[in-house]
């Protein structure tokens, strides 16, 4: 496995992805951003199977920003199958979500997620958000050893 | 159980017979001459039953029997006072003590034994009911010895005796599996024992052997019928009775002993003639039939008695001096708890008139006194075997009707427990599509909120050279209306959530949590000041978080409506209210209210200010309301507009009536 700097955005809401591809450009991150639309696709990329067989395993991403409600494979379910396989069990995930329900932030924080993010209706804290989370992940954060 | 009996009298010969009595019965007799030697002997802790006399060298048995009842252990202690001093007034005087029962001398020791044992077997249950234990009646007592041996060998109970008579008290006694009794004896023979044991309820179900040494062939014949379930001859081999006795046994519902007391079981009978002479004549009589009588001599002291000590049967003269034996007769009859036990007339007076009479007033049965003794023998028993039919006809009614009660108290407990069952589902079911509901509102309801915020923002971001002021005014309001729509949303789900939440009651010091929201807000206003009184020490039983909410909203509230004043107050409280739950209060000296609307207040989205006076979503009262719902509390508010405003609210314990 080799760093990529990639961040893995998980969402299904077409104005959310836009959304926030504007607020990672505008908090000037370079990273390159790949998005899937569910959890399925989440998992083919991270393991490299189906629509992205031809993919190499190996070049795991930076961070995975996961939404939690998701067509097909639900993001807490995403999270489990990253926390069970060896090649994935330290990547950093961030979930992220519409609502402060606690029984998402309990489950997620049990299923191993390394922070929990609400998006918030105001655009500018999500842009100020956004801009913490590239901050945190990919600058400040000593990524794990690789496997 | 404990088969010790403690014997206390002063005579020695009285202490011997009776400790001979019971002890040949099977217990263990503790002798004591005096009081004290008593109070010795019961703070032993193994006395089973007490037999007391009432005249004791050191005291007295009745306050000594008033000592047993007042200790702990003493009040189901078995307590039978025996005494010479037999008048109405001393037995009422026992009795009111607590005696179980009260028997003057001179005593048949047969009857305070059987009584004993009654009395025991009424609190413990029938320690023989269902063992293997054989009754032998025989006079001869060589072969009764013989027969008890064998059975003894084979692992049976052996019960010995030497008369019918004997035999049927012992039968009524100690209720034997089996009874097994010689044809030809003095006194009332095998086949009359066997008859009598098929007319008595408590033992018409034990198996009955008759055996005979005659050769006379028609033995067999009158053995069955009178009721005898086999027949052997006594030149058998011992091995052939064993037998049959076990084949017997074998027989399906011979084993459980009935609870009714046996005809043959200790009885007492209530003799009333104002003549001492055949009061005297007849207790004899009566006694040699093991009865225990009790003697009045009006019918006065008659009724005296029978309010204090129920009696199995009623022997009353008709011609006495004041009360008449027919005007007792009526009485007894009139009362609710004895009227139904046999009354018997007797007169001099061979008149069918008085006869007649007698019988209006409600006599059982009506004897001449120049009746053999022997007449009067029988009609008693015959009296009594119809009140123990009666009784036991009673007691099957009561037991029927006790389990058709019963099942349907059960049919009526399974019904509710399965509406109970139904109506909790549906419940449960309501809450999960509630859960959902909420969910799904706080996920997907917020979502195009953030796109029409985020898209507003990037068209000023992006387009801002062709947009004007108006423009720009247009999209700031979008934008506004947009927040507003996420902070209703988020107030609406903070509400269903204090609603849905399972409430875990714990103590909660309210004084610290109002400590730590008033922080809360100071550091997010940090310019402004404000005078905060809380009052120390106030504790609730009640849910944290929800208090923790309660208080957010209205030290919140306080804090938002005091903004405007040169020197806002705050203070949080209790009025102890006798009797009942505290008061608890939040007061401040802000914008307040028109008392007109205070009813409107608690209901969710109803606002009395403007959002551009004081910003808000007209939902912190009603989740405020809410909580205290929950908690089975009230809430209430007082205020005056530009006065400020003070809500009052009670947070009851569990336990004083608080729902959950």
């Known amino acids: 496995m080799s760093r990529t700097g990639i961040i893995l955005l998980v969402e299904d809401n077409p104005d959310d992805v836009e959304l926030t591809l504007r607020a990672f450009d ?48 639900d993001g807490l379910a995403v999270l489990r199958r990253i926390r069970a396989d060896a090649r994935t069990r330290r990547l950093p995930v961030v979930v992220l979500t519409s609502s402060n329900e606690e029984q998402d932030i309990v489950s997620s924080y049990d299923l191993g997620a390394n922070s929990f993010v609400r998006k918030p209706v105001d655009f500018t804290q999500f842009v100020e958000a956004a801009r913490h989370l590239g901050l945190y992940w990919l600058v400040l954060n000593e990524s794990p050893p690789l496997p | 159980m404990s088969r010790s009996v403690l014997i206390v009298d002063d005579s020695l010969t009285v202490r011997m017979d009776l400790a001979e009595a019971f002890e040949a019965a099977g217990f263990q007799a503790l002798r004591c001459g005096s009081a004290a030697e008593a109070r010795a002997a019961l703070a032993g802790g193994t006395v089973g039953a007490a037999v007391l ?30 005494s010479t001093e037999a008048e109405v007034k001393d037995r009422a005087r026992g009795l009111h003590a607590g005696a179980d029962e009260y028997v003057g001398k001179p005593y048949d020791t047969g009857y305070v034994v059987s009584k004993v044992r009654e009395l025991l077997r009424v609190r413990e249950g029938n320690p023989d009911a269902g063992s293997r234990t054989v009754l032998i009646i025989d006079d001869s007592e060589t072969y009764r010895a013989a027969l008890g041996g064998a059975f003894e060998r084979a692992g049976y109970g052996v019960l010995l005796a030497s008369t019918g008579e004997e035999g049927l008290r012992v039968a009524a006694d100690r209720r034997p599996a089996v009874l097994i009794v010689d044809g030809m004896m003095p006194g009332i023979d095998g086949a009359t024992v066997i008859r009598r044991v098929r007319l008595d309820a408590a033992l018409r179900g034990v198996p009955c052997l008759l055996f005979t040494a005659s ?133 001099a007076r061979e008149d069918r008139a008085a006869m007649i009479e007698g019988f209006g007033a409600g006599a059982d049965d009506y004897i001449s006194k120049s009746s053999e003794l022997d007449v009067l023998r029988a009609r008693v028993r015959a009296q009594l075997r119809r009140k123990q039919f009666e009784d036991e006809n009673r007691r099957i009614r009561e037991d029927l009707l006790r389990s058709e009660l019963e099942a349907s108290e059960a049919r009526g407990a399974r019904q509710v427990a399965e509406a109970r069952a139904a109506l909790a589902d549906e419940l449960e079911r309501k809450n999960r599509e509630l859960e959902a509901f909420s969910y799904s509102v706080s996920h997907d309801l917020r979502a195009p909120l953030r796109s029409i915020d985020g898209f507003g923002r990037a068209l000023v971001e992006d387009c801002a050279d062709r947009l004007d002021e108006r423009g720009r005014h247009h999209l700031d309001r979008i934008r506004a209306a947009t927040q507003r729509m996420g902070e209703l949303i988020d107030d609406l789900l903070a509400l269903s959530r204090v609603s849905r939440s399972e409430l875990r009651r714990e103590p909660v010091k309210l004084s610290d949590v109002a400590r730590s929201v008033m922080e809360e807000l100071r550091r997010k206003e940090p310019e402004r000041s404000a005078t905060v ?12 978080r929800l208090v923790r909410i309660l208080l957010e909203n209205l030290l919140g509230n306080a804090w938002k409506f005091t903004a405007k004043k040169a020197s806002p107050r705050i203070e949080l409280g209790a009025r102890v209210e006798f009797p009942g739950e505290p008061h608890f209060f939040v007061r401040d000296n802000g914008a307040g209210f028109d008392m007109a609307y205070a009813g409107k207040l608690f209901s969710p989205f109803q606002r009395l200010h403007s959002d551009k006076e004081f910003p808000g979503t007209g939902i912190g009262l009603a989740t405020v309301q809410r909580i205290v719902d929950r908690h089975g509390g009230r809430v209430w508010a007082e205020g005056a507009v530009g006065r400020g405003a003070a809500i009052f609210f009670t947070l009851p314990s569990a336990r004083s009536g608080g729902r959950s």
């Open chain 1, 26 to 73: 505008k908090s000037k991150l370079a990273n390159e951003i790949v998005v899937v639309h569910d959890g399925e696709e989440a998992l083919d990329y991270l393991f490299a199977t189906g629509a992205h067989a031809g993919r190499d395993a190996g070049a795991a991403p930076e961070v995975v920003l996961l939404d939690i409600k998701l067509p097909k494979i």
């Open chain 2, 53 to 82: 006399d009432v005249l004791l060298p050191d005291g007295d048995g009745v306050a000594l029997l008033a000592e047993i009842r007042n200790a702990p252990w003493g009040g189901s202690l078995p307590v039978l006072v025996l």
């Open chain 2, 215 to 347: 050769e006379d062939g028609g033995a067999e014949l009158r053995a069955l019928d009178a009721g005898a379930d086999a027949f052997v001859r006594k030149e058998e081999d011992v091995e052939v009775i064993l037998a049959k006795v076990a084949a017997l046994l074998r027989r399906p519902g011979a084993a459980p002993a009935p609870v009714t007391a046996s005809l043959a079981g200790p009885r007492k009978i209530l003799a009333v003639d104002d003549s001492q002479t055949y009061l005297q004549e007849l207790s004899e009589a009566l006694r040699d039939e093991g009865y225990d009588v009790v003697q009045a001599r009006s019918g006065e002291e008659a009724l005296e008695l029978l309010a204090l000590q129920s009696v199995d049967c009623i022997l009353l003269d008709l011609v006495m001096p004041g009360l008449g034996g027919q005007e007792t007769c009526r009485r007894i009859k009139a009362a609710p708890v004895v009227r139904d036990i046999p009354l018997v007339l007797l007169t």
């Open chain 2, 533 to 544: 009184e809380l009052q120390d020490g106030l504790l609730v039983e009640a849910d944290l």
